[in-house]
Structure formats: structure tokens, C-alpha cells
């Protein structure tokens, strides 16, 4: 699976939209972006993931670039609730591997 | 619809202790796969199961963990005998085999090794 950047934390004023890159510059063809986070002491929760369109739905929206070197996931209104680290992983279709690297932890400022 | 059922949340036993935890995935899901979180390495995935079959334990650290699925509803994660460099969160996820369908993971457990 490709490797994927990126940045270790971001701060995010509540109620401002969350933009979180990442950067996969060795993406396959055939390699979905998934987004993933965690929130303190829970398992990883599955947000969204896409291909080369861009996805929406209830929880975010996920830009890809058109040559899918990078993605951004947005987070429209931000709550506190929505502090976590952010996991952004590169899968092959058919492998169902997830390989987490170390994430984005993001903070939602009152 | 309930989600990855993992027992217990917490567990604290002294080294050379069996440790059995314990997963039920999502009914209907036929993948299942067990991770390790610490924070010197992370989440590492361990092992995983299609159809109950073991399909990649290459990430089992050494003959010390075993897993099995005996059904479709029900797994185990052992270690014996345990140590306290096991100590981690021990995480299951589900899903199910069609492409590209997302991993859904219990709250895992807190092992502490002492």
C-alpha cells in the first residue's frame, strides 16, 4: 500500500470548517484514500473514503486531487466532539489491509 | 444494530497469565481482524479471518499469540504466557467481503501486563 503524509496536529476554531491534508504521492491506480479517526480511549471510526471523485456524506466531504497525489478531508462545522486523530490510508481494492500510520491530531477550540 | 463487541474493556493480570480476549463482529460481516495499538508502534494489524479462516497472522508477534474462530459470531485472541511488553489496547474490526466496504472496530481492550 502507499505511503501517506501527514501533518502531526492542527487546531481548528468550533463551528469553522476542518480541512485536514494528506499527501500520497505514490497512490496506484487502483488504491482508494479511506479516512479514519479515533477519538480518545474509543476504536478507530470509519469516516469516508473515495477513489478520484469527490465523496460527501453525513459526517465529511473528501477532496481528491486530479492526479490523486493528495486529498483533503473537510470537516464543515466543526464541534469539540471532533477531536481525534485523523488516519488517512491508502488501500488496494482487493486488499484488506489497513496499515495506520501516525495520523493528524486535531483540536477543536472552543 | 449493534457494533464490534469486544470483552473485557479492561484487563490486568500478572505476567506469565493466560489472557483470552474476546470479539463478536457485526452479524453478517465475514471478515475479522484483530489489531494492536501502542504508542511506541502504533496500530499494528495482527491477524485476519475471512469466512472464519485465518488469511494473514504474519503480523502475530510470536507463538505466544494464537487466535481462533470457531463461528462466524465469535473470536479469541490468547496469549500465553503473557508479558508486560503485551500490554496494549487490543482492537477488533468487521466487514464484510464485498470490495472496498469499511472496517468497523469495537472499543477494544486495555491489557495490562504486570
Known amino acids: 500500500d502507499a505511503k501517506t503524509t501527514q501533518p502531526t496536529s492542527m487546531d481548528c476554531a468550533e463551528g469553522r470548517a476542518a480541512n485536514l491534508p494528506c499527501n500520497h504521492s505514490?497512490?496506484?491506480?487502483?488504491?482508494?484514500v479511506y479516512w479514519y479517526r479515533q477519538i480518545h480511549s474509543q476504536g478507530p471510526q470509519y469516516i469516508i473514503h473515495?477513489?478520484?471523485n469527490n465523496e460527501t456524506n453525513e459526517m465529511a466531504s473528501l477532496i481528491i486531487t486530479e492526479d490523486r497525489k493528495s486529498s483533503t478531508l473537510i470537516l464543515p462545522h466543526a464541534t469539540l466532539r471532533d477531536t481525534a486523530v485523523y488516519y488517512c490510508i491508502v488501500r488496494l481494492d482487493r486488499n484488506e489491509k489497513l496499515t495506520f500510520g501516525t495520523g493528524t491530531r486535531l483540536t477543536i477550540i472552543p | 444494530d449493534a457494533g464490534v463487541i469486544q470483552s473485557p474493556r479492561h484487563e490486568v493480570t500478572e505476567m506469565g497469565q493466560e489472557v483470552t480476549l474476546r470479539c463478536k463482529p457485526i452479524?453478517?460481516?465475514?471478515?475479522l481482524f484483530w489489531y494492536r495499538q501502542t504508542m511506541m508502534r502504533g496500530l499494528e494489524l495482527l491477524i485476519y479471518f475471512n469466512n472464519n479462516v485465518p488469511i494473514d497472522d504474519s503480523g502475530m508477534p510470536e507463538d505466544r499469540f494464537s487466535a481462533k474462530m470457531p463461528n462466524a459470531s465469535f473470536s479469541t485472541l490468547k496469549i500465553q504466557p503473557s508479558e508486560p511488553r503485551d500490554s496494549a489496547v487490543y482492537f477488533c474490526a468487521s466487514t464484510t467481503d464485498s470490495i472496498n466496504q469499511p472496517q468497523h472496530f469495537g472499543d477494544g481492550t486495555r491489557l495490562s501486563i504486570l
Open positions: 452479524s453478517g460481516h465475514n471478515s
Open positions: 505514490t497512490i496506484s491506480g487502483n488504491e482508494y
Open positions: 473515495g477513489l478520484k
